[in-house]
């Protein structure tokens, strides 16, 4: 069996620029993974069929998981007659906005690319997962970068300082496609892209928190006000800043001391009962 890690993001910025003549939103974002992950197991098959086994009921295991159409993809874009078992053991939230179902697809990628002896590039995989979902190139790679077009191309920048984040998601799911189809492009205030790329760069961790934007809040927090309460909890318990990740509804809060993020989480725990620290 070979394991790949699939780590979640978090959107520093999400921005939307316009709807493009194909139906998806021209986006430009600044994402970094962080170290919550779910472990992909790939076991090797010989009937040429594709399996996804997963102990968590929600983990669809039929063509509707990202994970089974990067296999897929692979078999039948480079003619592959092996199969595969692919396990997976999730800590990522599903449908949280952390991109756990895009990173699983990524990471089956990669290791597929490995056990059936491809031999592609990271680029290579990164293509062809832009033709699985919007955040799936970014993932092939992790790290941070600055996504654009409908989120596939990349563009690698440094690592942002150092800090806590304490993610929270409360007991919703929330519908990406709802999200964005409940977008009012004309209005919206922008996120400054420009000043984060900066504040990353100068690794100014103030000018990263005074940074962070995510239109798609506009949306979700009207259709969903538990997601309004846990940025408000976070606030009052301290965090330096407080933003939705991708279109919700999990919440993460940037904290700089580790006793801080405890108390936070300590605090979230009460009403909510998916709450990480992560670096």
């Known amino acids: 069996m070979l394991y790949v890690k699939a780590p979640a993001k978090i959107n520093l910025t999400l921005d939307v ?7 998806y939103h021209e ?14 197991g790939l076991e090797p098959r010989e009937d040429g069929l594709i399996k996804i086994v997963s102990a968590d009921r929600y983990v669809p295991d039929d063509q509707r998981n990202f994970a089974y159409q990067a296999a897929q993809l692979l078999k039948d874009t480079y003619g592959v007659e092996q199969g595969v078992n ?16 895009s990173s699983d697809a990524a990471a089956t990628l990669r290791g597929l690319n490995s056990l059936w002896n491809l031999g592609l590039t990271l ?15 970014f993932c092939v790679y992790g790290g941070t970068a600055l996504a654009t077009g409908r989120g596939e191309k990349i563009e690698h920048i440094a690592t942002p ?3 806590f984040v304490v993610l929270a998601k409360p007991k919703i799911g929330v519908s990406t496609a709802e999200v964005y189809g409940g977008l009012k492009i004309e209005g919206l205030e922008h996120p400054n892209t420009k000043q984060m790329l900066k504040a990353i760069e100068t690794n100014d961790y103030d000018l990263v928190c005074a ?20 940025k408000e909890q976070m606030q009052r318990f301290g965090a330096d800043a407080v933003l939705m990740s991708g279109s919700g509804p999990t919440v993460f809060g940037l904290v700089d001391s580790e006793t801080r993020a405890t108390r936070i989480y300590n605090g979230l725990r009460g009403f909510c009962d998916e709450v990480y620290v992560v670096r």
């Open 86 to 101: 692919i396990h997976i053991e999730k800590e990522i939230p599903i449908a949280a906005g952390l991109a756990g179902g």
């Open 211 to 230: 940074s962070l934007g995510n239109v798609l809040e506009t949306v979700t927090l009207n259709l969903y006000p538990e997601v309004v309460t846990i």
């Open 27 to 40: 986006v430009e974002m600044v994402m970094t993974t962080v170290d919550l992950s779910d472990r992909i």
């Open 17 to 23: 620029l316009y709807k493009r003549p194909d139906n």
């Open 123 to 137: 680029d290579e995989l990164a293509v062809l997962g832009a033709k699985i979902g919007s955040d799936v190139s």
């Open 161 to 163: 300082p150092s800090c």
